[in-house]
């Protein structure tokens, strides 16, 4: 199984970025998916989660009305799309699978997001 995160880089406060992960050798319709970051000196926290169809989406407060979760189930892949982005968001954006009903869960290796002036 692997989850492979993309689209991290460097913004400008008030910029937007979309990361992307796709997941493989896994069932994808079969696991919620979850975006978590780690800022450094910090611990790792859950930004938004997305159930199996897409139709059901939880945030952080810190990120509601800026982030954005959604999924491709043909594509196998997540998104997170970031807008009004704040130095205080910058941090490794993880991304994580649990399938719905054993304990199997997986994580990305993580994309950097900073965002500075």
């Known amino acids: 199984v692997q989850l492979v995160e993309s689209g991290g880089g460097f913004v400008q406060p008030g910029g937007s970025l979309r990361l992307s992960c796709t997941a493989s050798?896994?069932?994808?319709?079969?696991?919620?998916m979850r975006w978590y970051r780690q800022a450094p000196g910090k611990e790792r926290e859950m930004v938004a989660r997305i159930n199996r169809d897409g139709a059901s989406t939880n945030y952080a407060d810190s990120v509601k009305g800026r982030f954005t979760i959604s999924r491709d189930n043909a594509k196998n892949t997540v998104y997170l799309q970031m807008n009004s982005l704040k130095p205080e968001d910058t941090a490794v954006y993880y991304c994580f699978a649990q399938h719905y009903l054993i304990a199997n869960t997986y994580w990305g290796q993580g994309t950097q997001v900073t965002v500075s002036s």
């Open positions: 050798g896994l069932t994808f319709t079969t696991y919620a």
